[in-house]
């Protein structure tokens, strides 16, 4: 484990905690929120017969870099009439909120932030964070786009993690562990031990959760697509509507926040449907490094597949929002309410059943 | 004077709810342009819609009454500057009236084949803006990608692609270029299977008629009330075209059809028909060019432009239905060089008009959804 490198080298249990905290913030997320921009950018000019940013660097790799840096170097504007804390403290909270998700999430077999016991449970409660600093920024700005944007964004979490909390239930009945670590060890060996395939072990209770875990599968991944206010959900920051929703009155590094957070966002959530239905950074047909015997190389692999799925995942989600018209509120709603949760109700109670017997 | 509308406390079980109004625009994206919508909001429900106008103001129609004849076409042009052929067809066809003009059979041809293709590019925004209010992008991007050959066509015929001061009194400012002809046979060849791809894309997408469908539905005699016309008018189920009831120029030769609003969606009348029956009014124009290109006889497009225009006073009024409605222009004549009055009845304006009646109940997010399916442009609203 990288914490026990740390522990030997600095010597002081507080200082390799830390660094350990920190690893992910600075290898991981912020270079891949940067790569992620570019890469949404890339992927919807060739969705749409164009080809997206091309001067700054090869194909345009360094256009999000610039544009960081550009957005540093703004004026940092506060309207007048702004509830001033708030609106500062608000940009920092959600992006807290969107990385302290990161802790509990297993990057590979050698390396996770905070191997807790709760790490499900952890990363539902976090992201609860972000939308308390929605709600926030919305309320702070004094503007009546960013508060509709805010209300519509608060209703729209807050409904959607019931749809989540509910399949994360099943998940935990079926592998009695909340620890996202353990869950990843458990789907071991070939893509067939993976949890959309039923799990591990080969009884009969393996092909009758198949169908079960396909359909919460789907439930799971809708649901963390409204919570991270993608199309066709992305009513809060609807730009024909609520112009930019909560984020209207914001600039520069503070808008910069946002639209970080909201990268960072997306990977969390695909990182974490993929280790509850797909092995997390388990490969799909073991090792190389167990073949040729060098220990080493496994974690490098475990590495990489985690970050391919966490993309197939995010590819996903571009492509849905490229291609999709958004829903209205209370359409959004409905389908929460009505389809959603009783799906995933009734999805529990058989899940139980073949439990239970 | 305007009305003021008062913030109204209402009290419910003891909790004060007051009524907001939201100002959406002049500088907001979803308003195609300059529109200010003051919208009275109990919660996200809509109370009232009141549209304010008049940030594009720029008199054209005093400005009219200081040019000659011929020097009104380029104002003309930028009313309605998404559909400018349409425009300058309305002007000179009113002019030509006014005059007593034949003009040649082969610039009616012309003008006839840029009318409807101005008629598809126009459409073509209307489309993909509206996509893109409902918020998909893509089909926007696509639509701009298949508008672009024709503003190509365009661009090869008069060397403008937006403003084009292409139709003079008495006939063109060019005969076609040698191109034209073989490139828009092969931009109709490219263009079918394109609406095919919008309709997957988008028109039968389940989230845009959920979006769309039932949603500022206008019955048709409200919309006869409001003076509503074009594609509006024949959403509510009215067949009603100046193409085919009031022909102008050469239209009653060809043969094309008048698709109707049917309410396969939702209501009769709803903007997913407003929608629909521009999709289906692509179609028709391409039939038009089809007819047009195969029956365009040879000819000078220059020889009846009068060296001098002095109608004798008089009163002329000449419609024609552009890519939004009925395009009006009501010219009153002196005598003298230039027009004394040049009034135009602009077909945004008067759709604009019945917003009020779409909006009421419905939510904020639909009022994009319903202004779309008006498609106004504020440059023929103000003028």
Redesign the interface.
């Known amino acids: 484990m990288i914490y026990d490198f740390l522990f030997e080298l600095t010597g002081s249990e507080f200082l390799a905690g830390l660094i350990q905290s920190l690893l992910p913030l600075f290898l991981f997320i912020l270079p891949f929120a940067l790569f992620a921009v570019w890469w949404e950018r890339k992927i919807?000019a060739h969705?749409?017969?164009?080809l997206g940013p091309m001067r700054v660097g090869w194909h345009g790799w360094l256009q999000t870099i610039a544009d960081i840096l550009k957005l540093l170097q703004k004026e940092d504007i506060v309207p007048r009439d702004v509830d001033k804390p708030l609106f500062n403290l608000a940009p920092v909270l959600v992006f807290m909120g969107s990385y302290a998700v990161f802790a509990a999430i297993p990057f590979s077999g050698a390396f996770i932030g905070s191997n807790i016991d709760l790490g499900l449970f952890y990363i539902v409660a976090v992201s609860g964070i972000v939308v308390a600093s929605i709600l926030m920024a919305g309320w702070a700005s004094n503007n009546?786009?960013s508060l509709?944007g805010a209300m519509r964004s608060a209703a729209q979490i807050i409904s959607y993690e019931i749809p989540t909390m509910i399949v994360v239930v099943t998940i935990v009945m079926i592998t009695g562990t909340l620890n996202l670590y353990t869950l990843s060890e458990m789907q071991t060996g070939y893509f067939w031990n993976w949890m959309i395939f039923g799990g591990p072990g080969f009884g009969v209770d393996k092909f009758l959760f198949i169908p079960l875990m396909i359909i919460a599968f789907f439930i799971l991944y809708i649901s963390t697509l409204a919570e991270v206010n993608r199309?066709?959900f992305?009513?809060p920051e609807?730009?024909?509507?609520?112009?930019a929703g909560y984020h209207t009155e914001y600039s520069g590094m503070k808008f910069a926040m946002f639209f970080l957070a909201e990268y960072a966002n997306m990977f969390a959530v695909s990182a974490i449907v993929s280790a509850v239905f797909f092995g997390g950074y388990q490969s799909p047909f073991g090792y190389l490094g167990n073949t040729l015997g060098i220990e080493w190389l496994i974690p490098i692999e475990q590495f990489f597949w985690f970050t391919a799925k966490g993309l197939f995942f995010i590819f996903v989600q571009m492509w849905l929002r490229?291609?999709?018209?958004?829903?209205?509120?209370?359409?959004l709603m409905a389908l929460c309410w009505k389809y959603l949760i009783p799906i995933s109700f009734v999805n529990l109670l058989i899940v139980g059943l073949i439990t239970v017997l | 004077m305007q009305e003021i509308i008062e913030n109204k406390i209402t009290e419910s079980n003891g909790v004060a709810t007051e009524e907001m109004i939201l100002n959406m625009g002049p500088q907001h994206p979803s308003t195609h342009g300059v529109l200010r919508l003051e919208l009275l909001l109990e919660g996200e429900i809509i109370k009232k819609v009141t549209p304010h106008i008049g940030y594009l103001h720029r008199c054209f129609e005093k400005h009219a009454e200081a040019m000659t004849y011929p020097q009104v076409v380029p104002y003309v042009d930028r009313m309605d500057y998404l559909a400018s052929m349409g425009n300058e067809f309305g002007y000179v066809v009113a002019v030509e009236k006014l005059v007593d003009i034949k003009v040649p059979e082969r610039v009616e041809y012309i003008r006839v084949i840029m009318a409807e293709l101005q008629r598809i590019a126009s459409h073509l925004v209307a489309l993909g803006t509206y996509g893109a209010d409902i918020g998909a992008m893509t089909p926007f991007l696509f639509c701009f990608r298949d508008r672009e050959k024709i503003l190509h066509l365009f661009e090869i015929t008069c060397g403008a692609r937006l403003l084009y001061n292409y139709m003079w009194v008495g006939g063109l400012s060019h005969d076609l270029h040698p191109d034209f002809i073989r490139l828009t046979k092969e931009f109709i060849q490219y263009f079918r299977p394109k609406v095919v791809e919008l309709n997957e894309l988008l028109t039968n997408n389940k989230i845009f008629i959920e979006r769309t469908a039932n949603i500022g539905i206008l019955p048709v005699d409200v919309a006869i009330n409001y003076g509503v016309s074009g594609p509006m008018l024949r959403g509510s189920g009215f067949k009603w075209d100046i193409r085919r009831n009031d022909p102008y120029s050469i239209y009653d030769r060809f043969d094309f059809d008048i698709p109707v609003g049917q309410g396969l969606m939702g209501t009769v009348g709803d903007s997913w028909d407003r929608y629909y029956v521009r999709v289906l009014e692509m179609e028709e124009s391409l039939k038009i060019i089809e007819q047009a290109i195969e029956q365009i006889p040879e000819g000078n497009v220059s020889e009846a432009i009068p060296k001098r225009i002095k109608p004798p006073v008089g009163e002329v009024y000449a419609r024609i239905e552009n890519p939004r409605g009925e395009l009006g222009y009501y010219i009153i004549s002196d005598g003298t060089t230039n027009p004394f009055r040049v009034k135009v009845r602009p077909p945004s304006f008067v759709n604009l008009a019945v917003m009020d009646e779409l909006c009421r109940g419905h939510m904020v997010a639909d009022v994009i959804a319903i202004l779309g399916s008006v498609d106004i442009v504020l440059g023929e609203v103000d003028r």
């Open positions: 919807s969705m749409q017969d164009r009546k786009y509709l199309t066709p992305d009513i609807a730009e024909s509507e609520l112009v490229w291609t999709l018209p958004r829903l209205r509120v209370d359409q």
